[in-house]
């Protein structure tokens, strides 16, 4: 079998000595609402000394609020709260490591992102540079990182990347959107309190949820599939559609989503997301869509690829009376479609899970500009 990651390109690694990948998995996470209360003693034997400070990377979005004077503070541990209005940049995490750096004589005990995708993935950006020397750009692309990060915790608080347990970071840098995928990125603990995720907007639930949604929905229906992905990715579809076209209690739909963001993430362990996120990153890189509601966005218009998927999706967007953005690709120039659509297809893997090797054929630049003119 051969295997790939999520975002960007890569060349298998599979060799006549190591035709399985051997993954790494979040070896510890605790669930349960008011969890987080918990979160100061689960550190407490992760301090290696006072003088060595859990360093928390905070969304924003809670700055000044009741939930945050119940992060657990001692000595000279530090909150640095960060905007998500941006998705994260590799400048952005050199300049928290070298703040960090310049601020503290020794590397802190931990790092604890607590946020959604956005925040998860600063985090772990973060731990893996506070030990490996230069910028986050360099390891950028597929096991590029030498040494053990700087221990660290994921506590999300809205559902649906799977950032949570995935083994990559994803990153704007200065040539490429692309994650740091390493043994390394995966977090050390995580701590899933469905209780965290009480606050997020209506379209922002939608929106990260059907991240979660239209990653099951790729793996599932992808060339990749194995019984290890389908495993999860079929138990996250079903919680899906129990959060989305079900009659959940509102405490019992966030247990729900925040269980199938994690076996959706795990889903594409395994195997490979598809032409959603292929063409919403070039989206993104064109127009800076993020990526829940740009995925929404492109896979609303895929019912050639996924037809059962897009009208499920389409029940779901009836359902929860969401209004999609419209009209995004109208003022576009022939050498901007040009552009989404050369980094929509450089894509390759995602693009080969899809379609299947003859993907070329199937996806032409005529088909994919037709699809990003409807959006
Ligand atoms: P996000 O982190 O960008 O946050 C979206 C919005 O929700 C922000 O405005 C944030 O402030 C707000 N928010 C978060 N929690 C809240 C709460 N409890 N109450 C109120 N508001 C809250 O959203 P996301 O969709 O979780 O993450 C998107 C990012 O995840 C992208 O950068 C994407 O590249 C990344 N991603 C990573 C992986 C991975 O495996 N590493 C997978 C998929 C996506
Ligand atoms: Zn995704």
């Known amino acids: 079998m051969e295997i790939r990651k999520e975002v960007g390109v890569r060349d298998s690694i599979t060799s006549k000595v190591s035709r399985y990948r051997n993954f790494p998995m979040v070896p510890r996470v605790i669930f349960g609402r008011g969890s987080f209360d918990q979160l100061g003693e689960i550190l407490m034997p992760k301090r290696r000394h006072s003088e060595a400070p859990f360093i928390f990377l905070v969304d924003d979005v809670f700055e000044g609020t009741s939930f945050a004077s119940r992060i657990p503070l001692i000595f000279n541990d530090q909150v640095i709260f960060v905007s998500a209005e941006e998705e994260p940049k590799t400048v952005q995490v050199d300049a928290l490591v070298g703040r960090i750096k310049t601020e503290f004589n020794e590397l802190p005990s931990g790092i604890v992102g607590i946020g959604g995708g956005t925040l998860l993935d600063l985090a772990k950006a973060v731990s893996i540079c506070l030990t490996n020397k230069g910028s986050s750009c360099n390891y950028q692309g597929w096991d590029l990182v030498g040494k053990p990060s700087v221990y660290h915790v994921g506590i999300p608080t809205i559902s649906g990347t799977g950032a949570e347990v995935s083994r990559t970071t994803v990153l704007l840098g200065p040539e490429k959107k692309l994650g740091i995928n390493s043994d390394h990125t995966t977090f050390d603990q995580v701590v899933l309190d469905p209780d965290l995720t009480n606050g997020v907007s209506k379209e922002q639930?939608?929106?990260?949820?059907?991240?979660?949604?239209?990653?099951?929905?790729?793996?599932?229906?992808?060339?990749?599939?194995?019984?290890?992905?389908?495993?999860?990715?079929?138990?996250?579809?079903?919680?899906?559609?129990?959060?989305?076209?079900?009659?959940?209690?509102?405490?019992?739909?966030?247990?729900?989503?925040?269980?199938?963001?994690?076996?959706?993430?795990?889903?594409?362990?395994?195997?490979?997301?598809?032409?959603?996120?292929?063409?919403?990153?070039?989206?993104?890189?064109?127009?800076?869509?993020?990526?829940?509601?740009?995925?929404?966005?492109?896979?609303?218009?895929?019912?050639?690829?996924?037809?059962?998927?897009?009208?499920?999706?389409?029940?779901?967007?009836?359902?929860?009376?969401?209004?999609?953005?419209?009209?995004?690709?109208?003022?576009?120039?022939?050498?901007?479609?040009?552009?989404?659509?050369?980094?929509?297809?450089?894509?390759?893997?995602?693009?080969?899970?899809?379609?299947?090797?003859?993907?070329?054929?199937?996806?032409?630049?005529?088909?994919?500009?037709?699809?990003?003119?409807?959006?």
Not at 226 to 251: D, H, I, M, R, T
Not at 260 to 267: I, T
Not at 329 to 349: A, G, N, Q, R
């Open 205 to 375: 639930w939608f929106y990260t949820g059907m991240d979660c949604f239209i990653h099951c929905i790729e793996s599932l229906n992808g060339t990749y599939l194995n019984a290890f992905s389908q495993s999860y990715g079929e138990k996250a579809l079903e919680l899906c559609k129990e959060v989305y076209l079900g009659e959940l209690s509102p405490a019992d739909s966030r247990d729900k989503l925040m269980m199938a963001s994690w076996h959706g993430g795990m889903s594409i362990a395994y195997s490979q997301v598809g032409v959603a996120h292929a063409m919403s990153y070039g989206l993104s890189y064109l127009l800076g869509v993020k990526h829940g509601i740009g995925n929404c966005m492109v896979f609303q218009h895929l019912e050639e690829f996924y037809p059962k998927g897009v009208a499920l999706f389409d029940q779901m967007v009836q359902k929860q009376k969401v209004q999609l953005p419209t009209g995004i690709c109208s003022d576009l120039t022939d050498s901007d479609y040009e552009t989404m659509i050369s980094v929509s297809l450089s894509m390759e893997p995602l693009w080969e899970n899809a379609l299947g090797k003859g993907w070329r054929d199937i996806a032409t630049r005529k088909k994919l500009k037709s699809i990003y003119s409807r959006i």
